[in-house]
Nanobody, 122 residues
Framework: QVQLVESGGGLVQAGGSLRLSCAASGRTFNIIAWFRQAPGKEREFAAG????????YYTDSVKGRFTISRDNAENTMYLQMNTLKPEDTAVYYCAASRKIYYTESQDDFGSWGQGTQVTVSS
């Protein structure tokens, strides 16, 4: 099991920025990602990164606004969120997968953080 601890959520006005952090410890993993769950909606993939290659992946709604990155030495992943919109309001979860192939399926992520709230006011 990988232990994941998120931080950095909060309240921001539309157009503003936030940076989320996810500190990982425990077992190794291959993919680490951010999922989000808006009120009344299902949890969805937002952004992911291959820990070994650094290749990044984004859902269409956040492309060009969000940037996912990792610090291998600190075992920490970041999500820089710019030009935030009210529709970005959600609980953001960090998740890790040991799958050797890239995946965005929640079922392939065996380790999850507790979630951090992001609220964007209009």
């Amino acid at each position: 099991q990988v232990q994941l601890v998120e931080s950095g959520g909060g309240l921001v006005q539309a157009g503003g920025s936030l940076r989320l952090s996810c500190a990982a410890s425990g077992r190794t993993f291959n993919i680490i990602a951010w999922f989000r769950q808006a009120p009344g909606k299902e949890r969805e993939f937002a952004a992911g990164i291959s820990w070994s290659t650094g290749r990044t992946y984004y859902t269409d709604s956040v492309k060009g606004r969000f940037t996912i990155s990792r610090d291998n030495a600190e075992n920490t992943m970041y999500l820089q969120m710019n030009t935030l919109k009210p529709e970005d309001t959600a609980v953001y979860y960090c998740a890790a997968s040991r799958k050797i192939y890239y995946t965005e399926s929640q079922d392939d992520f065996g380790s999850w953080g507790q979630g951090t709230q992001v609220t964007v006011s209009s």
